[in-house]
């Protein structure tokens, strides 16, 4: 089970078919973890338009 | 016919009339270019400079002139960022990977170019594959500010934008997937347009991202812009636009989040310019879209997951053929879940709301076009009162909402901070270029813009 977020953005690029060098996992990390941040800000914005449909 | 050398900075109007009028050889004019761009190849402004064979497209238009035929630009040397294909002519996307691409025929925008009559003057650098704001390319040079060679000329059209200001064309060709025209044009001072989305064809062009490219032109005036655009649309927005009233049209002056970190010197020229539409009989006021908040991550989702849905087998089967930034960005944006770029649309479509019903109150929306003056090359992040921001993201954090709404916008030199040229925004409801035009034809007259240091133009001009 990954742990770490190093290791889970492992997981991931092998899933997306990536070969990512360790050099590169620590190069892609700090974007990686600023575009999840990104995302959970269009998450949250989101809500009230998604509840929306469910009356 | 009088000397090439002192028009090669004057505006492509008055280059193309007298190419017309034949007081001027479009011979010794590509000639005069040639020998600038040799002088100035500190900048790299080019990855394919102009050659005999340029030489010779002069010397047809000569004839074409000399035999009484006409052209909007018969005989102009325009410059062409290295992604539009040009027949023959080696196209790289900046990259290393299709280094030795030759196309068999040209991009739509080119094909106009050359139906007008232009001469395409070499093929500019840009970052590589157009995935950035540096044009720091690691294959083809790192391009240099005319103001400031330590400085970055911005992106992804630096190469356009620095032959345009530093007189080594009369006119440039580029393209803007999040404010890659109105980057350049704002750092390095010329005029930067980014059309409504769709008005300048895009086969042909090598895409970054399908739903935010533009293609359009990168010029020393206003009324250069609305020449190429015409050219480049088959519309006739820029001729419109000089006969367009401008007395009582309402202007929104951005407030809000995403103008709350501007350099101080930036945020003093959008109060002059401002105050300069208010004399002018414009009427002005304060407006906010607070949707623009999301505009960061919508487009960042958005880019990512185009950009490297295009790059998909190149990125997996030869990573270290792309340089480190551009590869970053591909294998990230590889990660994006499909829920995620849905829930940008979904955003996308919000701000796009937003803004349409903005345009119901205004006119133009007038903003700075990039937040701070050029960075030096290398630099990587601003430090503002409340943080640190990324220069990439800063620089494009005023230009990328428009490449999300598909709205015109228009960056035009309004002066200087620190001897560095500083870029306003005007911005326009869709297909509304007229009036966008209009409206930066009245900053450019109370704004001459910032000519280049002499010792640059004593090198170039030697």
């Known amino acids: 089970v990954p742990v770490t977020e190093r290791e889970l953005l492992s997981a991931a690029a092998r899933a997306a078919g990536l070969r990512l060098s360790a050099a590169d996992v620590v190069a892609l990390l700090p974007a990686w973890k600023r575009y999840l941040a990104l995302v959970e800000q269009l998450r949250a914005a989101a809500v009230p338009e998604e509840t929306d449909g469910l009356g | 016919m009088g000397s090439a050398e002192p028009l090669t900075s004057a505006p492509l109007v008055q280059i193309a009339s007298s190419l017309r009028r034949r007081r001027l050889s479009a011979v010794e004019l590509v000639d005069a270019y040639t020998r600038r761009i040799a002088a100035s190849a500190e900048l790299q402004a080019f990855i394919t400079p102009p050659d005999k064979r340029t030489r010779q497209e002069a010397q047809r238009a000569e004839r074409r002139l000399a035999r009484g035929e006409r052209g909007a630009l018969l005989g102009v040397p325009i410059a062409v960022k290295d992604l539009f294909a040009t027949r023959a002519l080696r196209t790289t996307v900046g990259s290393r990977i299709l280094k030795d691409w030759v196309p068999r025929s040209d991009a739509a925008a080119v094909a106009r170019l050359r139906a007008a009559g232009a001469i395409v003057f070499g093929k500019t650098n840009l970052h590589e594959f157009a995935y950035g704001v540096?044009?720091?390319?690691?294959?083809?040079?790192?391009?240099?500010?005319?103001?400031?060679?330590?400085?970055?000329?911005?992106?992804?059209?630096?190469?356009?934008?620095?032959?345009?200001?530093?007189?080594?064309?009369?006119g440039a060709l580029g393209s803007d997937t999040g404010g890659s025209i109105r980057v350049p044009a704002s750092l390095c001072g010329c005029v930067g347009l980014k059309p409504t989305f769709g008005a300048i064809p895009l086969n042909g062009t090598f895409p970054l991202g399908w739903s935010l490219d533009h293609a359009g032109p990168l010029t020393r005036t206003v009324d250069d812009?609305?020449?190429?655009?015409?050219?480049?649309?088959?519309?006739?927005?820029?001729?419109?636009?000089?006969?367009?009233?401008?007395?009582?049209?309402?202007?929104?002056?951005?407030?809000?989040?995403?103008?709350?970190?501007?350099?101080?010197?930036?945020?003093?020229?959008?109060?002059?310019?401002?105050?300069?539409?208010?004399?002018?009989?414009?009427?002005?006021?304060?407006?906010?879209?607070?949707?623009?908040r999301w505009t960061v991550a919508t487009q960042l989702v958005t880019l990512r997951a185009e950009a490297s849905a295009l790059h998909a087998r190149w990125i997996r089967a030869q990573p270290r053929a792309y340089g480190a930034d551009v590869r970053t960005r591909l294998q990230l944006g590889s990660l994006v879940a499909g829920a995620d770029y849905v829930l940008a649309q979904r955003m996308r479509a919000r701000i796009r709301a937003a803004m349409a019903d903005l345009f119901h109150d205004i006119d133009v929306l007038l903003l700075p076009s990039t937040p701070i003056t050029a960075p030096i090359v290398g630099e990587r992040t601003v430090r503002w009162r409340s943080g640190a921001?990324?220069?990439?993201?800063?620089?494009?954090?005023?230009?990328?909402?428009?490449?999300?709404?598909?709205?015109?916008?228009?960056?035009?030199?309004?002066?200087?901070?620190?001897?560095?040229?500083?870029?306003?925004?005007?911005?326009?409801?869709?297909?509304?270029?007229?009036?966008?035009?209009?409206?930066?034809?009245?900053?450019?007259?109370?704004?001459?813009?910032?000519?280049?240091?002499?010792?640059?133009?004593?090198?170039?001009?030697?």
Do not use: Y
Request: proline share 7%; charged share 25%; net charge positive.
């Open chain 2, 134 to 170: 540096s044009t720091a390319n690691p294959w083809w040079g790192i391009a240099r500010n005319p103001h400031d060679s330590r400085r970055s000329p911005g992106g992804s059209s630096g190469g356009s934008a620095i032959a345009v200001v530093a007189g080594l064309c009369a």
């Open chain 2, 225 to 292: 812009a609305g020449v190429l655009l015409d050219v480049l649309s088959g519309g006739d927005a820029g001729r419109k636009s000089r006969r367009a009233p401008t007395r009582g049209l309402r202007v929104g002056v951005l407030k809000g989040s995403i103008v709350e970190n501007l350099q101080p010197a930036v945020s003093r020229q959008v109060d002059a310019a401002a105050a300069a539409l208010r004399r002018r009989g414009l009427r002005v006021r304060e407006v906010a879209i607070p949707e623009m």
């Open chain 2, 389 to 462: 921001e990324p220069v990439d993201g800063a620089l494009v954090r005023l230009t990328a909402p428009f490449n999300l709404t598909g709205l015109p916008a228009l960056s035009v030199p309004f002066g200087e901070a620190a001897g560095l040229p500083v870029g306003m925004q005007v911005v326009g409801q869709w297909d509304d270029e007229a009036r966008v035009l209009a409206v930066g034809r009245l900053l450019e007259a109370e704004a001459p813009t910032l000519t280049l240091p002499r010792k640059r133009e004593r090198e170039i001009s030697r």
